[in-house]
């Protein structure tokens, strides 16, 4: 399995800010994938880049990937209070990506 | 369309009662995945079935734990005896067919499980 590691581990922004949050793995990939976990809830997939991409947007959501570093970031502008959640990376391969312990990231309105 | 389904939502039981949690992933996903979270050790992929069988079952923590999945509408992760240390949150996802590792997994809302 591939296992991304995310960076900080908390994050701590007012609304309105911009909050990034950054994911490093080991092996080549084939994707990667950032996914949500509100508290108490299931993880929900918020975007998927491709390892021949270097950019995609979604919304309010950056996610950048830098293949020859192995690692990949995600920029969440103007955030909200509603964007209180942990986010976590999942690179995917031939083989099963697990996930790290995320970056909870909270907004104070 | 209803996304993964998984019962009980919570479960509350004594020390080495039997425990058996549900799964039923999403129409037309042939890849079912079990986890569980803790504060202690975050997310852990227990057991990844691919078209009902199981390919990787490492994260499975011991003897106590099994997980089945008889058909492709339904999964059970089983823990005989459970202990204490087995509280946690269940999750189980789903993902459609494809490369493995690359495809979205969707998630069901989870069992928490309280072990007394």
């Known amino acids: 399995s591939q296992q991304g590691e995310e960076d900080p581990q908390a994050l701590s922004i007012q609304e309105g800010e911009n909050a990034t949050m950054n994911c490093s793995y080991k092996t080549s990939i084939n994707n990667l994938q950032w996914y949500r976990q509100n508290s108490g809830r299931g993880l929900v997939h918020l975007i998927l880049i491709r390892s021949n991409e270097r950019e995609k947007h979604s919304g309010r959501l950056r996610v950048t990937l830098d293949t020859s570093k192995k690692s990949s970031s995600l920029l969440i502008t103007a955030s909200r209070a509603a964007d209180t959640a942990s986010y976590f990376c999942a690179p995917g391969g031939s083989y099963i990506p697990t996930f790290g312990r995320g970056t909870s990231l909270i907004v104070h309105p | 369309d209803a996304g993964v389904i998984q019962s009980p939502r919570h479960e509350v039981t004594e020390m080495g009662q039997e425990v058996t949690l549900r799964c039923k992933p999403i129409?037309?996903?042939?890849?079912l995945f079990w986890y569980r979270q803790t504060m202690m050790r975050g997310l852990e992929l227990l057991i990844y079935?691919?078209?009902?069988?199981?390919?990787?079952d490492s994260g499975m923590p011991e003897d106590r734990f099994s997980a089945k999945m008889p058909n492709a509408s339904f999964s059970t992760l089983k823990i005989q005896p459970s202990e204490p240390r087995d509280s946690a949150v269940y999750f189980c996802a789903s993902s459609p067919p494809g490369l493995q590792g690359t495809d979205t997994q969707y998630f069901g809302p989870g069992t928490r499980l309280t072990v007394l």
């Open positions: 129409s037309g996903h042939n890849s």
């Open positions: 079935f691919n078209n009902n069988v199981p390919i990787d």
